[in-house]
């Protein structure tokens, strides 16, 4: 085996044994009432799983309890969101930090949605996933890797062409979800001590206000008024998650729980 296919499988097959193996995080968290006040009740704090990795099992918890396009939208919304923090590090000038979550992320590699996309009908863009990578790991120009980036990203942008608002919206839910048990996990006393998990935190709420955004330009109203009270909701999470490199910061987590609930209680004008 190559060193590249041995990097692939110790950093894909623990993601995907943590799918059937630590369920709790999300459950946990999803379940915890939101208090008045803007924090949780002790009885549902979640805590995070040993070693720092409180939001990896949560994440394909999350995304394995769904089913048919609102799956494929928040695995697409995984992938998304590496490669969104990914570009963004690169754009600030952190070459390293962008090559260290490239490396390091659960969410980064192509044979994760490869088959999801042949099934959902959706065009394969592996030569544009594969260009920007090697252009972050390679160093090259900034100006270089954000085309390649945009390239990737319109192509995950047409994957999604055709999905019902409903399962887009339970994606954006399921993402902000999965971003609050990453913050949680990220964080101790409101300094980030987990800085990869605090950077999925921020793309995933990322990629949920870019979703938002694409379906408030909906012509259909119903659609355009469900995700502008989506995008209503995040708007508190955006003090919660400044920028892909912040290293002190607010750290409630109900924020983003009550953004996610508020997101779901959107979505139901959606529900035939």
């Not at 608002?165 to 399921?174: G, H, I, L």
């Amino acid at each position: 085996m190559s060193d590249d296919n041995e990097a692939k499988v110790r950093l894909v097959v623990p993601r995907r044994w943590l799918i059937a193996s630590t369920m709790v995080t999300i459950g946990a968290l999803a379940a915890g009432p939101v208090l008045a006040s803007g924090g949780q009740s002790d009885e549902t704090k979640a805590a995070p799983a040993e070693g720092g990795e409180g939001g990896e099992g949560g994440e394909g918890a999350a995304v394995a309890a769904l089913e048919g396009d609102a799956e494929f939208l928040s695995e697409l919304g995984l992938f998304e969101a590496a490669h969104v923090i990914v570009a963004a590090l690169y754009a600030e000038g952190d070459v390293a930090a962008a090559q260290e979550h490239l490396e390091q992320s659960h969410h980064a590699y192509y044979e994760d949605i490869e088959d999801d996309l042949n099934e959902h009908g959706a065009a394969q863009f592996e030569a544009e996933a594969e260009a920007f990578a090697a252009a972050v790991r390679e160093g090259r120009d900034a100006a270089e890797v954000s085309a390649l980036a945009d390239a990737v990203l319109a192509a995950i942008t047409a994957a999604q062409a055709g999905a019902e608002p409903a399962d887009a919206m339970k994606a954006v839910e399921t993402l902000v979800r999965i971003a609050a048990a990453d913050y949680e996990a990220s964080l101790t006393d409101g300094e980030v001590t987990a800085p990869q998990e605090y950077r999925d935190a921020w793309g995933f709420a990322e990629v949920a206000k870019r979703r938002l955004q694409a379906l408030a330009a909906s012509s259909d109203a119903t659609v355009a008024g469900a995700a502008e009270a989506g995008l209503a909701a995040l708007e508190p999470v955006a003090e919660q998650l400044p920028g892909v490199s912040a290293t002190k910061v607010p750290g409630d987590v109900s924020v983003l729980l009550g953004a996610a609930a508020r997101i779901e209680l959107a979505s139901y004008r959606l529900r035939s």
